[in-house]
């Protein structure tokens, strides 16, 4: 069964610090790796996809890498802002070889608090 | 904003109402999808719409009841819910290729949600 496992589930983090939040996935085959922004009360925004030959993809202060061998992502968060508190979910893509399409496998979230 | 909004952006409704959740994008795609998220548990996929054909019933409940009647609406007709019903309940849209399957494989956008409680 596909599954995607983030950890922390949660971290406390004061401002200006930088953080680094885990997604380990058993999807297979891969296609491709996202992360998502939840800001509390919205949808999720993209913030960096990755495919199988991409190892390290950033967008502003998130630096997100990807080891395909170990099944294993990260997401990185460079200097913390109190606005870059959120649920980051990690979802990871397979490819279904026979009919066609595609399948999004989600993670539960890690929600991050930033604090002054 | 995304490009995708919802409506209502918050719902409480008794077990015997009927309501709808209505779900607008303005991108241009041609592929919308219903989600159930759901607190500590990941994102559900319950409904997805290709080209305005259904394409996938993830063994969503009869008492929820999907219309496209265009690519760029689409909306969750909601009767005789439970409680456990409760969630945030999320539209997306993607452009997706052609033929008879939604090949999932591009960006999905999201819209706010509609928080649902049910009493």
């Known amino acids: 069964k596909n599954q995607v496992e983030q950890s922390p589930q949660s971290l406390i983090i004061l401002e200006g610090k930088n953080c680094t939040l885990q997604c380990n996935y058993t999807v297979s085959p891969f296609s491709n790796l996202r992360w998502y922004k939840q800001d509390t009360g919205r949808g999720p925004v993209s913030l960096t996809i990755?495919?199988?030959?991409?190892n390290t993809k950033s967008n502003g202060r998130y630096t997100a890498t990807l080891d395909a061998d170990t099944k294993q992502s990260s997401l990185h968060i460079t200097a913390s802002q109190l606005s870059d508190s959120a649920s980051y979910i990690c979802v990871v893509t397979d490819i279904i070889l026979t009919g066609g399409g595609n399948k999004l496998t989600f993670g539960t979230g890690t929600q991050l608090k930033v604090e002054l | 904003e995304t490009g995708v909004t919802q409506t209502p952006r918050h719902l409480v409704m008794g077990m015997t109402n009927k309501k709808s959740l209505k779900c607008e994008q303005h991108l241009g795609h041609n592929a919308m999808y219903w989600y159930k998220q759901s607190a500590k548990k990941p994102l559900e996929l319950m409904f997805v719409?290709?080209?305005?054909?259904?394409?996938e019933n993830n063994s969503v409940p009869s008492r929820f009841s999907p219309e496209c009647p265009n690519s760029s609406h689409l909306f969750l007709h909601l009767h005789t819910l439970q409680p456990e019903d409760s969630a945030l309940y999320l539209c997306?849209?993607?452009?997706?290729?052609?033929?008879?399957?939604?090949?999932?494989?591009?960006?999905?956008?999201f819209g706010p949600g509609t928080r649902l409680t049910v009493t």
């Open positions: 997306a849209s993607s452009q997706e290729s052609g033929g008879d399957t939604a090949t999932l494989s591009y960006e999905q956008y």
């Open positions: 990755m495919t199988f030959s991409e």
């Open positions: 719409y290709n080209f305005k054909e259904q394409t």
